[in-house]
């Protein structure tokens, strides 16, 4: 059975998933509406292209399909650069109203002016994200792999005893035919 949001419900979603706090999981925000991982990717997905439109006008999206504001940490490398060297010849008043205009805070543009000073870039982060995640994946799977290797082990175990067990009962095979 497939359930039709509607499409105000959608743009909720994806204004939640976008806008969530620091440590809200979309795991939460998934189970909360009480739809699927996928079903939220494509929401944000359309809603990144443009294809999520809101017929009422409000809401993240306008009728006119108004780009979504990206989080900061979604900005990449070489778009937060382009902002960087925008502001930089502005006065502080300019450069708040270019960063309303581009959808983030001039404290933004200033921690990425100080990364970019200072050599580090939210790459390391999200490397580092990566190879934890990479690290947990693997370490998952040999957790599965021993657990499967025990289960053989005591099935083992199992059969040898019950063997021992059937043959003090009836005796060994081996002894009848000498």
Not at 9 to 22: D, G, P, S
Not at 42 to 56: F, H, I, S, Y
Request: with cysteine; hydrophobic share 30%; proline share 2%.
């Amino acid at each position: 059975m497939r359930t039709r949001h509607s499409q105000s419900f959608k743009i909720r979603a994806v204004e939640k998933a976008l806008n969530r706090a620091q440590g809200i999981t979309l795991t939460e925000i998934i189970d909360e509406l009480g739809i699927g991982r996928s079903t939220l990717s494509k929401w944000v997905r359309d809603a990144r292209n443009n294809d999520l439109e809101n017929p009422a006008g409000g809401g993240i999206l306008s009728s006119r399909k108004k780009k979504i504001e990206k989080r900061p940490q979604d900005w990449l490398l070489d778009e937060r650069l382009e902002i960087v060297m925008a502001c930089a010849s502005l006065d502080e008043e300019e450069k708040s109203k270019y960063c309303r205009k581009q959808g983030v805070y001039p404290h933004h543009v200033d921690q990425w002016k100080q990364d970019f000073a200072s050599g580090n870039s939210s790459n390391e982060k999200v490397n580092k994200r990566q190879e934890m995640k990479n690290l947990k994946h693997e370490n998952k799977e040999l957790r599965k792999e021993i657990n499967r290797k025990d289960k053989a082990l005591a099935e083992t175990a199992a059969l040898l005893v019950l063997q021992k067990k059937v043959n003090a009962i009836w005796g060994n095979d081996e002894d009848d035919s000498q």
